[in-house]
């Protein structure tokens, strides 16, 4: 299983281990399994039975068996790719809140020590906008991490394993919520706004109502550090430009 490693993301530990252990890290046991009766044609989808959490996807399923616990089952020689990928999506959407962080559908990018973060649902312009960018490097397109350490807001992107890429942690220095336009302009908005739009873009968490709740709390925490602007651009070129400005880089 090349794929599976322990990983260290912020304040969460995730060890991958064919039985549980003893501690404070966040576990997923990894079995195989005959899955011909239990899978689905479906990218994956999510159940609730009998107290625990279930996904299930093509080959596999990821079960919550408690409190930092999780078994993913595979009926392949090793678990599909997919299948890690989500696993680590479900597991930190859930565990992050603990910890004070929270696991946004958004791209990420940075410049010396500034890092920013475009959220948006899909088809709104998160790769696109990091295409436009030449000062700021991209980092990952797709799930980043903010967690709040002190006073300090910070962007942790999600790893892509299926490739062996891990990207740095960064501070983060604002919030961008993307509007794709004619024009290229930014627009600071109220806490409140930033609030319920960035809900809309928080994977796996609605699915717990505890850890949604938690979810909030902590969101509502990082607004209260981490600015929050609606981003209008287009494909002109010259977004990267009114970014700049506004945070003088």
Request: glycine residues 8%; hydrophobic residues 40%; aromatic residues 10%.
């Amino acid at each position: 299983m090349q794929l599976l490693k322990d990983l260290e993301l912020g304040e969460i530990r995730i060890k991958f281990r064919e039985e549980f252990g003893k501690g404070d890290s966040v576990e997923v046991r990894v079995l195989r399994k005959d899955l011909e009766k239990e899978v689905m044609k479906e990218v994956f989808r999510f159940e609730m039975g009998e107290g625990k959490q279930t996904l299930r996807g093509e080959n596999w399923l990821l079960r919550r068996e408690g409190k930092k616990r999780y078994t993913l089952f595979f009926s392949q020689e090793e678990p599909p790719e997919v299948a890690i990928e989500n696993t680590l999506r479900f597991v930190l959407a859930q565990e992050c809140p603990e910890r004070g962080g929270i696991l946004l559908h958004s791209s990420s990018a940075f410049a010396g020590h500034i890092g920013i973060c475009f959220i948006g649902k899909s088809g709104s312009g998160k790769t696109t906008i990091l295409s436009l960018l030449k000062k700021f490097k991209s980092l990952n397109d797709d799930l980043n991490i903010l967690f709040l350490s002190g006073e300090k807001p910070r962007i942790f992107p999600l790893p892509v394993l299926s490739r062996n890429i891990f990207y740095p942690a960064v501070k983060a220095e604002a919030l961008f919520l993307l509007k794709k336009s004619k024009r290229d302009e930014i627009k600071k908005i109220r806490k409140e706004e930033g609030l319920t739009e960035i809900i809309s873009c928080l994977p796996f968490l609605h699915f717990s109502p505890s850890a949604f709740e938690k979810g909030i709390k902590v969101l509502e925490k990082i607004l209260d550090y981490l600015p929050v602007y609606r981003l209008y651009f287009s494909l002109n070129g010259k977004v990267e430009e009114e970014i700049c400005n506004l945070l003088r880089v």
